[in-house]
């Protein structure tokens, strides 16, 4: 059985370092053999230079797939596993093409496993655990009206003015500037065209208590049954989001207003010119330290009174084992491979584990990725 792992950008080191020190056999596949090499030739033994013809003739049944490539190279990989027999791991969102692979990998006893990079992953984890926490309390009933949150942002460790910076080409950012998102606010369904028409403050209860400015990302909407929401239940707010340093809306304020106005080939090539601009002046230095804030929350209240209410919150930043962001995208990607070569893990397309055991296991092991790891119950 071999881990074929294709991509070693940024963020999938320490996960593929994690699996060659544990001594799994493992074949590193990547665009550029000389930068895989860099990252992670002092302990992998078989490198080789990616593309799916290459990587689908050395695929056994068995196997397991790992991507760490662009979003549009996930299906197409998949669809090679499910043709030779082998498993699948991605960190990204499960697109409609990949839960439509669910069925055929059922048939197959293959498990193609997907969001379990820090978000979406980790919010996952912390998301199943409060759950079943509040759902084993005194407090639960049904008719409670509920309050769920989930926070996540990449923020630098030393604030800069742009109150932001990129560890990789500020052009996905930008994109998703533009992306609408749909949310539960105030009991119904919300809207926002742009992230600033839905921006808001949150205080993290960490250590010391930290304001940050946040907004609704995608559609959260999918997530309430995937966390047991049950459709009878009485939801005043549901969002996942993104947070930002505070006074990030201000200093971006010149972005959005540009952004507005860009449309067709021009806009995109504006929007090249913009992510080029962003990366000479905003990108991490060498060494410098990220940040990564994540806090998930779920708040229970009947008749005006709260009766149930805990936050998930996770602070790490960057150090002698490099950027927080990696280590929390990646190790979970690791943990997962671990977990369908252990048979832990159902047949078909799922995303990050709703099963207790590892959602405990999984946890702990991000307790010692990041600085600081707490349940905080209000």
Not at 341 to 354: F, K, Q, T, W, Y
């Amino acid at each position: 059985m071999t881990i074929h792992w294709c991509g070693t950008g940024l963020s999938a080191i320490p996960g593929l370092r994690r699996l060659l020190e544990a001594g799994q056999d493992v074949t590193v596949w990547n665009r550029t053999v000389a930068k895989a090499e860099e990252a992670v030739g002092d302990l992998a033994k078989d490198i080789r230079p990616f593309s799916m013809e290459a990587v689908a003739g050395a695929m056994q049944a068995g196997d397991v797939v790992v991507s760490m490539l662009p979003a549009d190279q996930h299906v197409p990989l998949a669809e090679l596993c499910l043709s030779k027999g082998a498993h699948f791991v991605s960190s990204s969102y499960i697109a409609p093409e990949m839960r439509a692979l669910d069925a055929a990998a059922k048939d197959k006893g293959l498990c193609f496993v997907n969001e379990v990079g820090l978000d979406p992953g980790i919010d996952h984890l912390m998301a199943h655990a409060l759950m079943a926490d509040y759902k084993s309390a005194d407090a639960f009933d049904a008719g409670n009206e509920l309050s769920f949150i989930s926070y996540c942002g990449g923020v630098p460790k030393h604030e800069n003015p742009f109150r932001y910076k990129f560890s990789w080409s500020p052009l996905g950012v930008l994109k998703a500037l533009r992306s609408p998102s749909k949310s539960i606010l105030d009991g119904k369904e919300f809207v926002a065209q742009r992230p600033w028409d839905a921006l808001s403050s949150y205080t993290a209860p960490l250590p010391t208590a930290e304001a940050f400015e946040v907004y609704p990302n995608r559609d959260s909407l999918p997530f309430m049954q995937e966390y047991g929401f049950e459709a009878d239940w009485n939801v005043k707010q549901f969002v996942r989001g993104t947070l930002r340093l505070n006074g990030w809306a201000e200093a971006w304020a010149d972005v959005f207003k540009e952004i507005e106005t860009l449309t067709g080939p021009e806009g995109d090539a504006r929007l090249k010119e913009m992510s080029d601009q962003f990366w000479a002046d905003n990108a991490y230095d060498e060494g410098e330290p990220d940040r990564v804030i994540m806090c998930v929350a779920l708040k229970a209240e009947r008749d005006g009174e709260t009766v149930w209410h805990k936050t998930y919150t996770m602070d790490a930043w960057g150090d002698e084992r490099g950027s927080a962001m990696a280590r929390l995208v990646s190790s979970p990607v690791a943990m997962a491979i671990e977990a369908v070569l252990d048979e832990r893990i159902a047949a078909g397309v799922s995303a990050a584990p709703a099963q207790a055991d590892l959602v405990s296991d999984w946890l702990d092991t991000v307790g010692e990725l990041a600085q600081h790891i707490e349940v905080v119950t209000h």
